[in-house]
């Protein structure tokens, strides 16, 4: 193959980015000739086809995926696709696809995946591949959303922990090689929830797979947070339980008595609350007084002591903490998640098809024994908690993990406890955690992205207000990888109804943890300059 290289400006008016970018010629008779010379042990070429830009795939012609919601992308630059089954063991492997820039950056990613699926994230290929990063995704080990693959089979679940993705990122970097008759320069990764998860998981135990992690709202300390996640439906029950607190009106309720109690720490009143772990609610202030005949606008003692529970620390019988409390400010959407709709899906399959594997185990049975059982059984550990990050320090790696403030399935919590974990177990303080592992909060960002806050971040394609460093987390570790621009604060943008066309509704920077978002000048909470990050 015949390339030739010149140094362009990655995006108009960003020198930050400047890279030489190497264009395939003819990627056309290229994609075709790498399905033909693609022998790589334990991969099966399941087609190779050369998109232009703007083909707008579909995604229900070849795919028995129903569960996952596919239905089209659309490509928004020109690239060889390498669809692939990759066997992992004898009885399992994984769906994996590689899109290859014609305009190339030098630059390898691999993209995650979420919950207990079984997806590949095709909008987090075309985005990467978009930016001309050579882009891998695969399907986690099994197909479809449910976890019902991992029943009597630990190769799947091996391939869900970590299997997967390293298998992806060996088999995705040999086949830039091959088409591009060059290596890759830097590697990277992008993935939220699961892919968070994930993303920590090669910090921990593939130290060299990527120079840059950008991992969101990690599902870290995974058998706890499931779970914690199960333990909501033994809290509230169903809709006749005298725990129960219905959807709807109280749940509103709840969130207003929340915001009275702790939206004005950060110095201002939005509906925002910058930093929850200063939040500790007191649902006694909702307590129906003695005599109360209408119940529709207060709760119960009954009631009070099931919400108190859910924001509350989950304890072990040991009487060390298993998983943290729900954050408050999240339950507008938490309710139909966790307090309203019955056990969790992900925490049922997972004690069903990897704890007990019993498909007749009943949620409703779920105690602090059955999290013991999972902590214990830990498979291929896929708790994701090893605090030691020293391997993927010396490899010179950086890592960048945001988490919504407002996460109404993944507690945020959790984040600022696991950098406390690195911190302890590594015996660094902030200051020199800095130089490779960088916190920052989300205020009023929901589960990886949407909510009331300033959410737009460029965690995904959805969520892209520019390509401005500043305002991309995903384009900000390259910078911080090739440049060394560290980010200082992550800045996110809010468009009126979410909607960019009707225009932004105000833009705030997000800090970097430990330090917390105050805002010093209440009139103006709308700018940024009216907020400052403090101790
Ligand atoms: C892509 O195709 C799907 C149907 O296959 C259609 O619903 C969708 O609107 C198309 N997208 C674009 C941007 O044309
Ligand atoms: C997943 O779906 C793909 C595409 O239909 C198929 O090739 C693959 O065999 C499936 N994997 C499993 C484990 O069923
Ligand atoms: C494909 O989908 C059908 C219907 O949902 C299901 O019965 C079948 O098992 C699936 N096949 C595979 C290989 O996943
Ligand atoms: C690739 O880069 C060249 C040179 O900058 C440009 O002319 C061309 O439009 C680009 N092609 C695509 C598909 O982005
Ligand atoms: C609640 O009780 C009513 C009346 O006894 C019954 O019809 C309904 O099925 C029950 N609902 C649940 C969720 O148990
Ligand atoms: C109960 O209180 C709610 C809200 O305060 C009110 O809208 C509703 O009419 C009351 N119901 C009765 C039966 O009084």
């Not at 190497?22 to 099966?44: M, R």
């Not at 109360?292 to 060390?320: H, I, M, P």
């Amino acid at each position: 193959m015949k390339f030739f290289s010149k140094c362009l400006l990655f995006f108009h008016g960003l020198t930050a980015l400047t890279v030489a970018q190497q264009i395939v010629t003819d990627a056309k008779a290229a994609c075709g000739k790498l399905g033909a010379s693609l022998a790589i042990e334990n991969v099966h070429i399941n087609f190779v086809q050369y998109l232009p830009a703007g083909t707008n795939i579909s995604l229900t012609q070849n795919y028995n995926l129903s569960s996952c919601g596919y239905v089209s992308q659309v490509v928004s630059n020109d690239l060889c696709r390498v669809a692939m089954y990759v066997a992992t063991s004898y009885r399992s492997g994984i769906t994996l696809e590689a899109w290859l820039p014609t305009n190339w950056t030098g630059r390898f990613l691999s993209t995650g995946n979420g919950g207990i699926g079984g997806c590949i994230q095709y909008a987090d290929l075309a985005y990467a591949a978009g930016l001309g990063f050579a882009t891998v995704g695969a399907n986690n080990g099994h197909n479809g959303t449910s976890g019902y693959a991992f029943y009597r089979n630990m190769d799947v679940v091996h391939d869900f922990v970590d299997r997967s993705l390293h298998t992806g990122v060996v088999v995705g970097k040999e086949i830039v090689k091959r088409y591009y008759g060059a290596a890759h320069k830097k590697s990277y990764y992008l993935g939220c929830s699961t892919g968070g998860r994930q993303g920590f998981k090669a910090v921990q135990s593939y130290p060299n797979d990527f120079d840059g992690v950008v991992a969101g709202a990690p599902a870290i300390d995974f058998t706890d947070l499931t779970s914690w996640s199960a333990s909501f439906y033994t809290i509230f029950g169903s809709a006749n339980d005298s725990t129960f607190v219905p959807a709807g009106e109280l749940w509103a309720l709840i969130h207003q008595e929340i915001l009275n109690q702790c939206d004005s720490m950060d110095g201002v009143v939005d509906d925002i609350i910058e930093d929850p772990l200063m939040c500790q609610f007191r649902p006694e202030a909702l307590q129906c007084p003695p005599g109360t005949t209408n119940f529709t606008s207060c709760l119960t003692n009954v009631q009070v002591s099931a919400v108190r529970e859910a924001f509350t620390d989950f304890y072990g019988l040991d009487g060390k903490i298993i998983y943290p409390r729900m954050q408050p400010g999240s339950e507008l959407i938490a309710e139909d998640i966790y307090y309203t709709t019955g056990p969790f899906p992900y925490s049922v399959d997972w004690f069903r098809y990897v704890v007990y594997n019993n498909p007749n185990w009943n949620a409703a049975t779920f105690n602090r024994l059955d999290a013991k059982a999972a902590a214990d059984q830990n498979p291929f550990n896929i708790q994701t908690w090893n605090g030691d990050l020293s391997d993927f320090r010396a490899a010179g790696g950086k890592l960048l993990t945001y988490h919504g403030q407002a996460d109404y399935i993944i507690s945020s919590d959790n984040s600022p406890r696991y950098y406390d974990h690195v911190s302890r177990t590594m015996g660094l303080p902030s200051s020199d955690l800095d130089e490779f592992y960088r916190f920052f909060r989300i205020s009023g960002m929901g589960h990886c992205g949407g909510g009331v806050g300033a959410h737009a971040i460029g965690q995904t394609e959805a969520e892209v207000s520019t390509l401005d460093p500043q305002n991309n987390v995903l384009l900000r570790m390259v910078d911080w990888v090739e440049n060394g621009n560290a980010p200082v604060t992550v800045t996110g943008t809010k468009y009126i109804n979410d909607d960019p066309s009707q225009g932004v509704s105000f833009v705030r920077n997000h800090c970097k943890y430990p330090l917390r978002n105050f805002c010093t000048d209440g009139a103006n909470y709308k700018s940024p300059e009216s907020w400052t990050c403090i101790e």
